[in-house]
């Protein structure tokens, strides 16, 4: 296992690496590329990953807790059960990526562009998406309980027993979403 805790390691190129397991806690890689890179159960938390590459990139089980993704390019990169608690990903790009079973409470997806992504049961309770695009993304069973989904794009969306409740839905735009089963119980909707 690799260890980079803490160190300055902005703009390095990674690309196509095996880091299974690296350990990148508080390390400073914005700019970085992870391109193709194997980052199975690697740890970021902390880190400054702003306008980091993870394009094409396997991320299962990665701990991004608190870590900064602004303007981070995850397209097509596969995150299957990581954990996004907490972690900043204002305007990041998921466009094509596996968010299944990821864990996202209170983080900061702001204007994130998450389109055609796989989400089944994300986990994104207390999450600020305001202004976040999910067109034609499948959130089957996602709990958004408590979320600020102020202007996000849900258009042909699956949200199919997606939880809603508590959720700010002002100005969300649903244009054929289906909706079968979804709780939008003491949700705010304009």
């Given amino acids: 296992m690799q260890n980079f805790i803490g160190q300055d390691l902005a703009l390095a190129d990674f690309t196509g690496t095996n880091l299974t397991g690296a350990k990148f806690t508080c390390a400073d890689l914005a700019g970085a590329k992870f391109t193709g890179a194997n980052l199975i159960g690697a740890d970021f938390t902390g880190a400054n990953l702003s306008g980091?590459?993870?394009n094409a990139t396997i991320l299962t089980g990665a701990n991004f807790v608190g870590a900064d993704l602004t303007d981070a390019f995850l397209r097509t990169a596969k995150l299957t059960g990581a954990n996004l608690v907490g972690a900043k990903l204002l305007r990041a790009i998921l466009s094509f990526a596996d968010l299944c079973e990821v864990k996202a409470s209170a983080s900061d997806m702001r204007d994130c562009r998450i389109n055609g992504a796989r989400m089944f049961?994300?986990?994104?309770?207390g999450a600020d998406l305001r202004g976040a695009s999910f067109l034609c993304s499948d959130l089957s069973g996602a709990n958004l309980r408590g979320a600020d989904v102020r202007g996000a794009n849900f258009q042909d969306a699956n949200l199919s027993n997606a939880t809603f409740d508590g959720a700010n839905l002002e100005g969300a735009t649903l244009t054929n979403a289906l909706t079968r089963g979804v709780d939008f119980r003491w949700?705010?909707?304009?």
Avoid: D
């Avoid at 949700?187 to 304009?190: E, I």
């Fill in 52 to 54: 980091a590459k993870f």
């Fill in 121 to 125: 049961e994300i986990f994104l309770v």
């Fill in 187 to 190: 949700s705010k909707v304009s």
